[in-house]
């Protein structure tokens, strides 16, 4: 069902001229309308105010280059195909400043892996309390390593 909203909508986006609504709606609206009471002028006051107002504009036409110039883009298109480096002006400094960090980063991630699965755990040289004595500076027997 159709709300007042909406065919305030209609009115706002596509003008007082119902054959430019959408289909889909077209029906649904005037139905809405007709059973309202209210006139379809008293719903499309103010479409019909836009509607002249815009009548009225006088829009030059496009000059004879720019026609050509548009038939043209198809053709120019057609062989073109985008690559990253000839992308954006936004994607270029990006390409070039973190490239290397990502590739640091990847580099370090792999050797972290590679690190990590050739130490076994069970064969492990120190133990939490030899670390913590070794930071502190005192081995377990009380001697100075620093």
Not at 9 to 31: I, K, N, Q
């Given at each position: 069902m159709i709300s007042d909203n909406d065919i305030d909508?209609?009115?706002?986006?596509?003008?007082?001229?119902?054959?430019?609504?959408?289909?889909?709606?077209?029906?649904?609206?005037?139905?809405r309308i007709a059973r309202?009471?209210?006139?379809?002028?008293?719903?499309?006051?103010?479409?019909?105010?836009?509607?002249?107002?815009?009548?009225t504009l006088q829009i030059p036409q496009p000059g004879s280059r720019l026609h050509a110039?548009?038939?043209?883009?198809?053709?120019?298109?057609?062989?073109?195909?985008?690559?990253?480096?000839?992308g954006s002006r936004f994607?270029?400094?990006l390409q070039v400043r973190y490239w290397r960090a990502a590739a640091?980063?990847?580099?370090?991630?792999?050797?972290?892996?590679?690190?990590?699965?050739q130490i076994p755990a069970e064969e492990d040289p120190l133990d939490a309390l030899d670390i913590s004595a070794f930071v502190q500076g005192v081995a377990q027997d009380g001697e100075q390593f620093l």
């Open positions: 909508r209609l009115f706002s986006a596509y003008g007082a001229d119902a054959r430019r609504w959408p289909e889909e709606l077209r029906v649904d609206a005037l139905e309202s009471g209210r006139t379809f002028e008293t719903f499309a006051r103010d479409a019909i105010l836009i509607d002249a107002a815009l009548d110039d548009i038939l043209a883009l198809p053709d120019k298109a057609a062989g073109t195909v985008l690559t990253l480096s000839q994607l270029k400094p640091g980063l990847a580099a370090a991630a792999v050797l972290g892996f590679v690190a990590g699965v």
